[in-house]
């Protein structure tokens, strides 16, 4: 049973425009981490949209967990490509800003406040941003905002976590950092991650499956399944067959590219 | 050099004041212009330190009126133009009637509301309200409506329902519009009351300086002028404080509560 479902969806933004996506069709498995990788403007962030219920498909058909996605849900944690934080909130209650909305957290608010409080501070420690949670966003660098939104992407620990190049503002490092971090998440307790990104070497240590997307407008073009034995570490990025997979998406996006 | 730069801006307007008074007093005197064109400010503080009882009297009134006006123009106000910037339709439905209604002078009520209310406290409260809901109205509206989707994205990502977005982003992203209105709305509550007592009271500064005007009392009515303006200037400033303590984040305040 697949837990989300495209079936030949296409969106324009405009009615009667041009389509941004166009006759996606995918499958993805409960618990399967899935990376969408594709030229810049392909229409990766409209997918997300689109997963979420943030829009509705102008053809086609979006189901999510077996329903037709009808409007936005309520099993999605997402960080989206920019950080979004609430300015008037400061970090960490940005981060614990789900918990006030998704049930059964917010029912659970004023007795567990105590317990919820030290989850969120746990979790910005685990992104390296222990002793930040006073901050006011535009007191965070880029880089920090985007980690604090990841954590308020995980705090109610949803079953569909969607992540839309949440790692584009960081260094090399903390990058990797991360990379583990979110593995390490998704071993303890399986749940469903689309991630899109530019790099391909993030996609094929974190991804099962990789899917390419064309340029505008954006269809599928490849859907290739990363066969990497689990758990990974991060001395996989060194094998020669983690270089194939990275090599044979690369030459994909080239041919994408001159095309 | 960076401490005297700001002990520069705090003292300048009151450096300005004292030599407005200053150079007013030169000139009346030196000219020997007669108070009961142009009083000095000399003559205006006698008069103001002769008639001290009936002045603050009067200027209670104008202030109890003035901010039951505000206050019923803040309430008002705001679910306006929550009701106008949530809805597309209301907006649409509204704002005509909203700007035409707000091009009428206000003083072209007050014969209205004698006709209904007698002279005295009431219209000068309505006058107030009437006077000063409009820019409440469409500062919270404009708050709402400049609503960025990315934010609103957030929380419905979240599965929220509207009037929690409206709670949880709508209403605290629109404070700061909401703060700046209410510093142009009490200035502007000032002007409706006044202008009512003027017209039809027998209390509040406004009917002060008009019998004052009309045994040719100058330095009284410049006492009046000059009341009014100050308590102008000081229910401004609290809102003004009020804004920063409350809206910091807007103005990246780092002291800004948390
Ligand atoms: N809100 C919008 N209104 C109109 N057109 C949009 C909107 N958002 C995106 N588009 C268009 O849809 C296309 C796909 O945009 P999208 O943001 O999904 O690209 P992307 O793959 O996420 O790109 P990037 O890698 O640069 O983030 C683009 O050509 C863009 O111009
Ligand atoms: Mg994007």
Known sequence: MSFVKFESVS???APGGANAIEEVSLDIREGEFVAVVGPSGCGKSTLMKLVSGLKPPSNGYVFVDGREVGGPLKIVGMAF?????????????????????????RSNLKKEKAQYTADAEALLARVGLAGYG???PWELSGGMQQRASICRALIHQPRLLMLDEPFGALDAFTREELWCMLRDLWQEKPFTVILVTHDLREAVFLADTVYVMSKRPGRIL???EIDLPRPRPLDVTYTDSFAAYVHELRDHIGRIRES | MAIKTSTAIKAAPWL?????????????????????????????WASGLEYGGPIMMHALQTLWTTLAGFALAVVVGMLLGLAVGASPLVYKACYPLLVGFNSIPKVAFVPVLVV???IGTIPAILTAFLISFFPVVVNVATGLATLEPELE??????GARRWQILVKVGIPRSLPFFFASLKVAITLAFVGSVISETVASNLGIGYLMMSASSSMNMPLVFAGLIVIGVMGVVMYELFALAERRLTGWAHRNPNAPG
């Not at chain 2, 008074?21 to 142009?38: A, N, Q, R």
């Not at chain 2, 994205?153 to 979240?158: F, N």
């Open chain 1, 81 to 105: 490509q920019a950080a979004n934080l609430l300015p008037w909130r400061n970090t960490l209650d940005n981060v614990m800003l789900p918990l006030e909305i998704v049930e059964p957290f």
């Open chain 2, 16 to 44: 300005l004041t004292v030599a407005i008074f200053l150079v007013w007093e030169v000139v009346c005197s030196g000219l020997k212009i007669p108070d009961y064109l142009m009083p000095a400010p000399s003559a205006i």
């Open chain 2, 153 to 158: 994205d957030v929380l419905r990502s979240l």
């Open chain 2, 116 to 118: 209904w209310f007698g």
């Open chain 1, 222 to 224: 490849v859907r290739k």
């Open chain 1, 11 to 13: 969106l324009a933004y």
């Open chain 1, 134 to 136: 006073s901050k006011f």
